[in-house]
Structure formats: structure tokens, C-alpha cells
């Protein structure tokens, strides 16, 4: 059995750092355009190309993100992307073959991105014989299929082509469309979703009109009763979540290679929660440890962060009715809450001083530390101090020293509040 590869969403350096920490095998991200991300705040640029390499090491394997579809006048500039990234990264994920041609010609390794809509053997087949490592499964593939995909693409090791490598997604959200090719959001705002620019109009309310039921002996249009409707539940189009914990066992033996984890527009608490639990569920699959009550704790864990409705995609069957969410809002049982900033760390004594800006803290809160560096570091507050003073608590406009994991100056401190959502 083959330990699959834990594969992390990377929207900035501190959900890079975090998914490092959290035991990642590789991490994808973007460089700012040419993506299905291309949003500000979720993406690299090119001169981070070199620190992002020396963060990862020769552990953590990087694939960038040049997924979108290129245009016509557009050739030039995706080709110096690649020409920039190609010593810095392990693979790209691409959707294009205009793009999929130039970065076999400077030498670079092809991931087909789940945007190419790959669901079957023969098309496995023929990206192979392009040169293709590795194929990013569609997402509407059943398990089954996944499994049999594989079975049959073994068999190209007895000809002239090396088979490709299996990638599927294993969390986070998912697309009314056929593998994310939709195109409401470029129709209603002029943002293309096959541009990385999707504004999720699925994810809002819809309103039904009716107009002109009918006209009178005079010909004016006449109007019974209501005549607007709004849609409920409003989340028709919304997709609940995908959460594989409670069969990673099947989806190692189906012979994916690696666990995707959606999420570059998420924030760093997700990345490293959600790398844990799988890295932890991919271990007890391993190692023979892999049990109901482990699947438990882990989907617990990963329901603290955000989240819609969990599901099991369509690992078990095509879409339906259960594939839709009744709410929009995020079901995370916590949420985190601005404190303020690092202000100094004292490395020796393990301790932090934090400038109070807006949440206060007291004894016995749970605080997380996002940085940069630093990436997510979580701890209790045992004791406060000021000077000689020891403090239950701390109000907006203070300091107050504590005991931390190693952290830096103008890290952000959240408090971490435990909610339960719907109520």
C-alpha cells in the first residue's frame, strides 16, 4: 500500500508556514494571475518564488497554479511566468494546452488540473502519452471509477508509457458545475470563474419574478396575487463541503496519490487544521490504527474551523438532493477573534508581550498566533503579567506578557471562541 501525498492550499506565507508545520508533503499555489484563484491576498508573486522554495525544502514539493485559461495575447506573459518558476517548483497545474506546451517546453512537469474534466482511462491515456505525470481526477468520478481508472492505467508500465499519477480532491468546497467550468458569474458580474475570478453568485439568495401573467381584453398585463417569490431553502445552487475522513482507508486502496485539500482562499487555522487531521488519518491507515472512533475525533477537530455541511461529494454517487446545503454561513464550532499584536518576544524565557487592540484576554482563554514565520501556533493562557502585576485579565488599550510558542514582532493574536453554530 502506498502512503499518499498530503497536498496543502497556500495563499500566503503564513497558510504556507502552517501547512508546512502541519506535516504537508506539498503545497500548490499561484502567482497572482493566469489561476482559479486570481483574487488579491490569495496568491504569491514571482520575486517570493525563491523563499518559498527554501521554506519548503527538499521535503515539501511545490506546484504552482497556472490553471486559467489563457487568451490569445497572453502567450508571452504565461510564458515568462513559467520561464521565472521553473527552477523554483516541482510541477504545474495546468487546464490549457497552449499553457501544457509551454511548460513542456522549458522543460517543466505537467499536472493536468480537474478544470480538463479527466473521468476516464482513455483520456488518463492520452495525457499520458503528452508527457503528463500526473492527472487531477474530475470530481464527479465516483470511487469506483477512481478505482477502476487506476486498475487500467497500471497496465501502461507493460508499453512505452509511464502512468500517470492520481490526484483527487479530499476536502473542502465544491461547484454546482462540472468541475468548477461555470459560467454565472461572468454572466451576472462580468468575473469568469475559468479566470480564477468567481464572485459564488450559487452561494446567494435567488428571487423568482413573475412578469405579464397575462393580459386583459385591453391588453394590459395583469398580475394575480404574489408575484415574487423567494426561493427557499435560498441556498439552492450552494454545494455543501467534501469531508473524505470517514473512508481515507478507500480512497488509499482505490490508489490516489495524492489527497488535495481545497482552500487557497482559506484562511491559515484551516489549512493547518484540516493537514493535521489527514495527516493523522493517513498515518492510521498505515499503521493499522485507522478506527471509527479516530475518524470521530478528527471530523470534530475539522469542524472547528470554517466550513458549510459536510458530504461525501460524489465519491458514492452522482448529485443529489443531500449535495445541496440548507445554509450559507460558515458551521464552524469556533471562531477567532482579533486581540492585537506582538509587540516583543523574550526567545529565552518563551514569552510574549501583546499590545491589546480590540478583544480582551483573560486566564484560561485559548489563543492562536498567525504570522508569516511564525505560521499558526495555538496555546492556553496559564498567567498574565504586567511588570509586577498579575492580572486575570486584560481590556482593549493594555499590554500583557504570556507564555507562548516561539512567535515574532507584528504576529496577529486571535482569541478562540467555541460557539454553536445554527443556534
Not at 468546497?173 to 450559487?202: D, L, N, W, Y
Not at 481545497?262 to 484562511?267: L, P, Q, S, W
Request: proline share 4%; aromatic share 8%.
Amino acid at each position: 500500500m502506498r502512503r499518499p501525498e498530503i497536498l496543502a492550499p497556500a495563499g500566503d506565507f503564513t497558510c504556507l508556514q502552517a501547512a508546512i508545520d502541519a506535516g504537508a508533503d506539498a503545497v500548490y499555489f499561484g502567482l497572482g494571475t493566469f489561476n482559479m484563484r486570481a483574487r488579491s491576498g490569495v496568491n504569491f508573486k514571482v520575486e517570493d518564488l525563491p523563499e518559498i522554495a527554501r521554506r519548503c525544502g527538499a521535503r515539501v514539493k511545490r506546484y504552482l497554479t497556472l490553471n486559467a485559461i489563457m487568451f490569445e495575447g497572453e502567450v508571452a506573459a504565461v510564458e515568462e511566468t513559467i520561464k521565472a518558476a521553473v527552477p523554483y517548483v516541482d510541477a504545474f497545474i495546468v487546464s490549457d494546452w497552449g499553457v501544457i506546451s509551454l511548460v513542456k517546453k522549458h522543460g517543466g512537469v505537467v499536472h493536468v488540473s480537474t478544470q480538463m474534466s479527466t473521468s476516464n482511462s482513455l483520456a488518463v491515456k492520452f495525457l499520458a502519452e503528452q508527457g503528463v505525470e500526473r492527472v487531477v481526477l474530475a470530481r464527479e468520478c465516483s470511487l469506483a471509477e477512481v478505482s477502476r481508472i487506476h486498475s487500467v492505467i497500471r497496465q501502461f508500465g507493460h508499453s512505452q508509457i509511464a502512468p500517470p499519477e492520481l490526484e483527487c480532491f479530499v476536502h473542502g468546497a465544491q461547484c454546482v458545475a462540472q468541475s468548477g467550468r461555470c459560467f454565472m458569474s461572468h454572466s451576472i458580474f462580468g468575473k469568469s470563474a475559468c479566470r480564477g475570478e468567481c464572485t459564488q453568485p450559487c452561494r446567494r439568495r435567488f428571487l423568482v419574478k413573475a412578469v405579464d401573467m397575462y393580459e386583459n381584453d385591453q391588453g394590459a398585463p395583469v398580475h394575480e396575487g404574489k408575484t415574487e417569490f423567494l426561493v427557499e431553502p435560498h441556498t439552492v445552487l450552494s454545494t455543501k463541503d467534501l469531508c473524505s475522513l470517514g473512508f481515507v482507508d478507500k480512497l488509499i486502496d482505490a490508489g490516489i496519490a495524492s489527497f488535495k485539500i481545497e482552500g487557497r482562499a482559506r484562511n491559515a487555522e484551516y489549512v493547518k487544521t484540516t493537514v493535521e487531521c489527514y495527516r493523522r488519518a493517513v498515518d492510521a491507515v498505515m499503521n493499522g490504527t485507522y478506527t471509527p472512533a479516530l475518524v470521530a475525533e478528527l471530523t470534530t477537530e475539522v469542524k472547528k474551523v470554517f466550513h458549510r455541511e459536510f458530504s461525501d461529494g460524489m465519491y458514492f454517487g452522482r448529485p443529489g438532493v443531500d449535495q445541496f446545503t440548507d445554509t450559507e454561513d460558515s458551521l464552524s464550532t469556533t471562531v477567532k477573534r482579533h486581540i492585537g499584536i506582538v509587540i516583543d518576544y523574550y526567545l529565552k524565557a518563551q514569552i510574549a508581550q501583546v499590545k491589546i487592540q480590540d478583544h480582551a484576554i483573560a486566564v484560561g482563554d485559548t489563543v492562536q498566533i498567525h504570522g508569516p514565520t511564525t505560521g499558526v501556533q495555538e496555546t492556553v493562557i496559564t498567567e498574565l503579567h504586567r511588570d509586577e502585576e498579575r492580572p486575570t485579565r486584560a481590556e482593549k488599550g493594555t499590554w500583557v506578557t504570556f507564555k507562548a510558542p516561539r512567535c515574532r514582532v507584528g504576529d496577529k493574536v486571535f482569541f478562540i471562541e467555541r460557539r454553536n453554530p445554527g443556534v
